[in-house]
């Protein structure tokens, strides 16, 4: 690297536009980080899905009810180690824009079935054992500034009370989560109670989760469960955790795809016009390369000057744009919905780099190829 | 000379001379291009999905549903209540008959053309009366369905989207057999991503005996809702609520509509930023390899404030060369371009982009902003150069 002054002068030979095409490449691949982490939330579904896990689910739609009983059922099979279940509660908090997903659940199966959710042991007896009892999210506490012990009004407009009236739960836990790409905005209340006191389909709920000892049973599992209820007037669909979130993430999916298309056609506009700056820069000192040429530098030593000029702005451009949209990601995956549960993976930050090194090289190659066979005469003679 | 005049020339000048710096001065035009494409692209996105739930509403109709719920798929009316219902004010009348129907509103997982993948199928079934409360629902190819039998009509964006959905096909739908007589459409409303057959066997197939999810009125006219809603509140029996349709679709469009928006704005927002930087570099660059034909003219008596008006006039230009040419992309491309999504009541909804002309005035405007940012401190540096200094380049 006893070049670096050379191309620590090259650049400083026009400050602005140095920092100029800096800036550009910068915002090119902070738009990358976080399009393209968005984008494969969009296209794969948030991954928090267990490998273990198996969703059951009414046959023919999501808003038919599954009868409880199943649960049951389904933990006679063998292989299965675990059951639980939950419920689309829907509601209204406060009014229809503060909208969170909210699931009655049995607490006990539930807690064992995702320990992904982290609660005190305080909070998880005070969720099994409390009638009314609902857990959130810290974000969503945070939000919302509700602390343990507060009421949460919901109004059940899928499932009214008996009295008519507005639900409320007591906030018993607020979980934090084991790892970030696990949803938070969520909340979880006791179902017996739910069960209880709504109007109707009582002893029904939405879809049923099953854990089972080996992942490489799942496919065999979901056929024998499907078998179970075959023909009874509560036909099942059984699929791993990750096909079912992958089928919701199906049913946005247009929206994501056609974004993230149009935005990475962007990008690479963006990088496009900075290549062709930046190959502009190194065009224009050409007669200085020559003098370098004269002056006993060697043909290789002048393409590598050119080739690391290139690179040094690609990686200074792309890496703090690559951080900065990894913290802002971390920042905003549980307070900005449209980023819930993303994260920039260490895949993402691999292509961003490779992206960055292939600019450098296909925009410093040429004008250093130039720059190596360049006829010193000529050169000189151009200025 | 005086300062117009002077402007006038040295504008006209570095116009001319602009195909000279061709390479650099296409990084404006194609980076403001795409900030604008992509802007109009999504803001079309978020138009035309509102421009499909609200087509659907209208002022003199009521969707009637159960009073807590706030959309049909949640809620449910008893068919008692909706007897009742019927002969209540407000409501118009053919011949004594009032034009409201009761309708059921469901989903079924039916597989997607596109990913074979299952998705929820929106499905309605519908009164006679229905058909006289939504004239907007045509029959473009095949025919209706008959009442009393396994038919179906699907709404045109539904048959694009789902797979079996053919004319003359048999569709299974929730285990029974449909068959596919007909093709609607509804004004591009979000009907269209719907398929419609009798309430009666629908409910009979559904199990669910006690009413539908929700009624349709036509109003006598807009101003009756009140006199509906009044009617309803003073019936202690009845727990329903009457909501007028244009008001309940706003409402389904609302969460989506600002979602889309506030995506577009925020990333139109960065990349503007991005495409200012590559502004500044070509202006910059414009300014500095004419440094010594600026001095001279300065030498000559040009004041410097059309040398800056220049400078800002050529960087506009190129600006809204990229605006409009991101504009002509954008609708060439999205205008019409058919997506769909999971709306408010998990429902797929199909919808066109719609590439408005207020949304290509609103890009041609920040392309003219972009161009102005770009172009003004670059023009400052120019007309502050000191004239001897830049003599000497020569």
């Given amino acids: 690297m006893k070049y670096l002054g050379l191309i620590w002068s090259a650049l400083y030979r026009k400050p602005l536009r140095s920092f100029l095409t800096l800036a550009s490449i910068f915002v090119a691949f902070l738009l990358f980080g976080l399009l393209q982490s968005v984008s494969v939330a969009f296209s794969e579904g948030v991954d928090f899905s267990g490998v273990d896990r198996l969703i059951i689910a009414p046959k023919y739609s999501i808003i038919d009810p599954l009868p409880e009983k199943h649960a049951m059922a389904i933990s006679t099979i063998a292989g299965v180690e675990l059951v639980s279940h939950r419920s689309w509660f829907g509601g209204v908090y406060q009014d229809t824009n503060q909208f969170f997903p909210r699931w009655p659940v049995p607490p006990e199966s539930f807690l064992a079935m995702y320990p992904e959710y982290l609660l005190t042991e305080a909070e998880k007896a005070a969720f099994i054992q409390t009638r009314t009892g609902a857990i959130i999210g810290r974000p969503l506490a945070e939000t919302y500034n509700l602390k343990l012990g507060d009421k949460i009004p919901l109004i059940g407009d899928i499932w009214p009370n008996k009295d008519n009236t507005a639900w409320e739960f007591d906030l018993v836990g607020i979980y934090d989560v084991a790892d970030e790409s696990v949803e938070t905005d969520q909340m979880f209340m006791n179902f017996e109670f739910f069960d209880e006191y709504r109007q109707w389909s009582q002893g029904t709920v939405g879809n049923i989760v099953a854990k089972i000892k080996d992942p490489d049973d799942s496919a065999a599992i979901a056929l024998e469960i499907d078998r179970l209820f075959a023909n009874s007037s509560d036909e099942t669909k059984t699929t791993t955790e990750k096909a079912y979130n992958q089928m919701f993430a199906n049913q946005i999916g247009d929206i994501g795809l056609i974004m993230t298309s149009i935005l990475s056609a962007v990008f690479f506009t963006i990088l496009l016009l900075t290549g062709n700056t930046m190959a502009q820069a190194i065009r224009e000192r050409i007669p200085e390369l020559a003098i370098l040429k004269t002056i006993g530098f060697s043909n290789t030593s002048v393409l590598m000057i050119v080739l690391c000029e290139a690179l040094l702005i690609a990686l200074v451009g792309s890496l703090p744009g690559l951080m900065l949209a990894a913290a802002l990601l971390a920042k905003f995956s549980q307070s900005i919905s449209v980023f819930n549960g993303v994260e920039l993976s260490a895949l993402i930050v691999a292509q961003g780099v490779g992206l960055a090194l292939l600019m450098a090289v296909i925009v410093g190659l040429p004008p250093a190829v130039r720059a190596m066979r360049l006829n010193i005469v000529d050169a000189l003679g151009d200025h | ?394």
């Fill in chain 2, 1 to 394: 000379m005086n300062t117009l005049n002077q402007i006038f020339v040295i504008t006209l000048m570095n116009l001319r001379n602009l195909p000279a710096r061709k390479a650099s001065s296409m990084v404006i035009v194609v980076g403001i291009a795409g900030v604008v494409t992509v802007m109009i692209a999504i803001l079309s996105m978020a138009q035309g999905f509102e421009a499909t739930l609200r087509g659907a509403g209208q002022a003199d109709r009521a969707i009637v549903i159960r009073a807590g719920s706030d959309s049909e798929m949640g809620s449910s009316v008893p068919v008692d209540a909706a007897r009742l219902i019927e002969t209540m004010p407000g409501l118009a009348r053919i011949d004594g008959n009032p034009l409201v129907a009761g309708e059921t509103y469901v989903i079924a997982d039916i597989k997607k053309r596109a990913n074979d993948s299952d998705a929820n199928m929106p499905m309605r079934g519908v009164e006679p009366e229905s058909f006289e409360i939504r004239n907007e629902v045509k029959i473009v190819e095949g025919r209706n369905f008959q009442f009393g039998r396994f038919e179906l009509i699907a709404g045109v964006k539904a048959a694009n989207q789902f797979q079996g959905i053919e004319l003359g096909s048999q569709l299974s739908i929730r285990g029974a057999k449909w068959q596919v007589v007909g093709l609607f459409e509804s004004d591009g409303s979000i009907h269209e991503s719907e398929v419609w057959v009798d309430n009666a066997i629908l409910v009979a197939e559904l199990n669910r005996g006690w009413g539908y999810s929700s009624m349709i009125a036509r109003l006598d006219s807009a101003l009756d809702l009140e006199v509906l809603g009044n009617a309803m509140e003073a019936d202690p029996q009845l727990e329903t609520k009457a909501v007028r349709e244009s008001a309940y679709y706003n409402e389904q469009a609302t969460g989506i509509t600002s979602l889309i928006t506030n995506f577009g704005y925020w990333v139109a927002a960065i990349m503007a930023i991005g495409a200012i930087f590559g502004a500044l570099n070509t202006m910059y660059s414009a300014v500095s390899t004419r440094s010594v034909e600026i001095a001279t003219l300065r030498a000559l008596g040009f004041s410097p404030i059309p040398v800056v008006i220049s400078v800002l006039v050529e960087s506009i230009i190129l600006a809204l060369l990229g605006g409009a040419l991101g504009s002509a992309i954008a609708y060439s491309v999205f205008n019409g371009y058919t997506a769909s999504t999971m709306g408010a009541t998990f429902s797929q909804v199909s919808f066109d982009f719609a590439v408005t002309r207020g949304l290509m005035v609103q890009g041609i405007i920040w392309s003219c902003l972009l161009g102005l940012v770009g172009g003004l401190f670059p023009s400052v540096a120019a007309a502050r150069q000191p004239i001897t200094v830049a003599l000497r380049g020569l």
